[in-house]
């Protein structure tokens, strides 16, 4: 088992920057892919971000040149640094991790909410 704390959600306005921070903690050997997901108010959770072990990253058009994901593999955390935040960037953000095998773990979650 593989468990995801998240933090740093909160509250900015258009244009402004958060920075997230997940930090795993379990069977952490048989994971591959780490990333970032949201979910906004009756939409489907989105991939906005994912890495893996060897630093090969994916982002989500919306997204490309504004946010940033990075991991340090030693401290098993994983990173979304957030700029030129807008509204529809607005949405509950979760930490996941991916094991070789296709199996998802998920954290609790974090809002981050852009006002206009």
């Known amino acids: 088992q593989v468990q995801l704390v998240e933090s740093g959600g909160g509250l900015v306005q258009a244009g402004g920057s958060l920075r997230l921070s997940c930090a795993a903690s379990?069977?952490?050997?048989?994971?591959?892919?780490m990333g970032w997901y949201r979910q906004a108010p009756g939409k489907q959770r989105e991939l906005v971000a994912d890495?893996?072990?060897?630093?090969?990253?994916n982002y989500a058009d919306s997204v490309k040149g504004r946010f940033t994901i990075s991991r340090d593999n030693a401290k098993n955390a994983v990173y979304l640094q957030m700029n030129s935040l807008k509204p529809e960037d607005t949405a509950v953000y979760y930490c996941?991790?991916?094991?070789?095998?296709?199996?998802?773990?998920w954290g609790q979650g974090t809002q981050v909410t852009v006002s206009s």
């Open positions: 996941s991790a991916r094991s070789l095998g296709s199996v998802f773990y």
């Open positions: 890495i893996t072990t060897g630093g090969r990253t």
């Open positions: 379990g069977s952490m050997f048989s994971i591959f892919v």
